[in-house]
T-cell receptor, first 118, second 116 residues
Framework: EAQVTQNPRYLITVTGKKLTVTCSQN?????MSWYRQDPGLGLRQIYY???????DKGDVPEGYKVSRKEKRNFPLILESPSPNQTSLYFC?????????????????FGPGTRLTVL | AQKITQTQPGMFVQEKEAVTLDCTYD???????LFWYKQPSSGEMIFLIY??????QNATEGRYSLNFQKARKSANLVISASQLGDSAMYFC?????????????FGTGTRLTIIP
């Protein structure tokens, strides 16, 4: 089954304790992205990756790190979590356009990770 | 910069009635795509429907249709014959389709509640 998986689904942690949220997709997608969802703000992009070893900042990258060593995996790292990073996190993936003028591809989302930082 | 606006934080609709969820967008790129996602209380994001800026016809997918008015920069989602299972958060999103851009920009969402 084609899917994007995230782990853990729920996490409660304390300020300053490093954590990693894993994301994996089995669709051979080039593009992967992390979003956070907060009430009244919708989803905002944290980081994205166009392909292996190619990552870039989204709209709200402060306090986060990512890596893309393999095509299928795109972990989100919080080196020193703070309470303002309490949020619902989504990983998403899609194919990239192979050439200019090509239509877009639908982005598929993981089930979400609800993070609480105390 | 691209922007999505959803002005209805919440809506209550009687079961079996049609419902329209509003979405307006702003972009300077002539080529873009518009998406609608559904988020039920379980939290996952479910893709519903897509409309390209150059598509000649409004998109439809089962009970979902997209009322695309390019001159007004609106892309409203219409759900026909609403069901209790349609109760969820709905997000409108846009992607500018220039080569190299894959970023989705989301609106703030509309919480739809279907009343039996």
């Amino acid at each position: 089954e084609a899917q994007v998986t995230q782990n853990p689904r729920y996490l409660i942690t304390v300020t300053g304790k490093k954590l990693t949220v894993t994301c994996s997709q089995n669709m051979n997608h080039e593009y992967m992205s992390w979003y956070r969802q907060d009430p009244g703000l919708g989803l905002r992009q944290i980081y994205y990756s166009m392909n292996v070893e190619v990552t870039d900042k989204g709209d709200v990258p402060e306090g986060y790190k990512v890596s893309r060593k393999e095509k299928r995996n795109f972990p989100l790292i919080l080196e020193s979590p703070s309470p303002n990073q309490t949020s619902l996190y989504f990983c998403a993936s899609s194919f990239r356009k192979a050439e200019p003028g090509q239509g877009t591809h639908t982005q598929y989302f993981g089930p979400g990770t609800r993070l609480t930082v105390l | 910069a691209q922007k999505i606006t959803q002005t209805q934080p919440g809506m209550f609709v009687q079961e079996k009635e049609a419902v329209t969820l509003d979405c307006t967008y702003d972009t300077s790129d002539p080529s873009y795509g518009l998406f609608w996602y559904k988020q039920p209380s379980s939290g996952e994001m479910i893709f519903l429907i897509y409309q390209g800026s150059y598509d000649q016809q409004n998109a439809t997918e089962g009970r979902y249709s997209l009322n695309f008015q390019k001159a007004r920069k609106s892309a409203n989602l219409v759900i026909s014959a609403s069901q209790l299972g349609d109760s969820a958060m709905y997000f409108c999103a846009m992607r500018e389709l220039y080569f190299g851009n894959e970023k989705l920009t989301f609106g703030t969402g509309t919480r739809l509640t279907i009343i039996p």
